[in-house]
T-cell receptor, first 113, second 114 residues
Framework: NAGVTQTPKFQVLKTGQSMTLQCAQD?????MSWYRQDPGMGLRLIHY???????DQGEVPNGYNVSRSTTEDFPLRLLSAAPSQTSVYFC????????????FGDGTRLSIL | KQEVTQIPAALSVPEGENLVLNCSFTDSAIYNLQWFRQDPGKGLTSLLLIQSSQREQTSGRLNASLDKSSGRSTLYIAASQPGDSATYLCAVRPLEGGGNKLTFGTGTQLKVEL
């Protein structure tokens, strides 16, 4: 049972480069989210989706783009990488809006030089 | 704006000790509260979820309580083991505004020593 799968696990980028962080879940969950985790700041919500074709902004959306063309996949795009985007990125999913726990991937550790 | 605080930031205890981790939140209008465990270099694993109408939840050696009116939750770990060493995070889901908007605390890093 794969759960939430994130790729790549590690990535180093140069300032100004773009890239896509991949997230896939095999649990048929409607809700998916992207968070970033920075030391001393906890996890902060970047973007989220409540179903295929529906996305919305979270707390820190600037510099990131998302789409949700299928239930399974929720990629996060960095448009023009900046050093401030150096972080650990987590994708999470939940079955629906009811009292169900969130499931997290193992994260992508991203460094922007 | 909801703020979630976890104190202490780090805790070291000898094996076998019972311990309590604390989580406080400023806005009592919550849908539920969730406790997670995070191992180094890994994602978050859900431990317990307490609905706003509940007072506690138990799973094995773990017991989580919720006092919504005072904005507090505790995670009680009985008979701690070295394998319990990890960072423990709590997160609250707001009553309104979308089920994805969890607010996380910064965590308590627990070390259980032999």
């Amino acid at each position: 049972n794969a759960g939430v799968t994130q790729t790549p696990k590690f990535q180093v980028l140069k300032t100004g480069q773009s890239m896509t962080l991949q997230c896939a879940q095999d649990m048929n969950h409607e809700y998916m989210s992207w968070y970033r985790q920075d030391p001393g700041m906890g996890l902060r919500l970047i973007h989220y989706s409540v179903g295929a074709g529906i996305t919305d902004q979270g707390e820190v959306p600037n510099g990131y783009n998302v789409s949700r063309s299928t239930t399974e996949d929720f990629p996060l795009r960095l448009l023009s990488a900046a050093p401030s985007q150096t972080s650990v990125y987590f994708c999470a999913s939940r079955r629906d809006s009811s009292n169900q726990p969130q499931h997290f991937g193992d994260g992508t550790r991203l460094s922007i030089l | 704006k909801q703020e979630v605080t976890q104190i202490p930031a780090a805790l070291s205890v000898p094996e076998g000790e019972n311990l309590v981790l604390n989580c406080s939140f400023t806005d009592s209008a919550i849908y539920n509260l969730q406790w997670f465990r995070q191992d180094p270099g890994k994602g978050l694993t859900s431990l317990l979820l307490i609905q706003s109408s509940q007072r506690e939840q138990t799973s094995g050696r773990l017991n989580a309580s919720l006092d919504k009116s005072s904005g507090r939750s505790t995670l009680y770990i009985a008979a701690s083991q070295p394998g319990d060493s990890a960072t423990y995070l709590c997160a609250v889901r707001p009553l309104e505004g979308g089920g994805n908007k969890l607010t996380f605390g910064t965590g308590t890093q627990l070390k259980v020593e032999l």
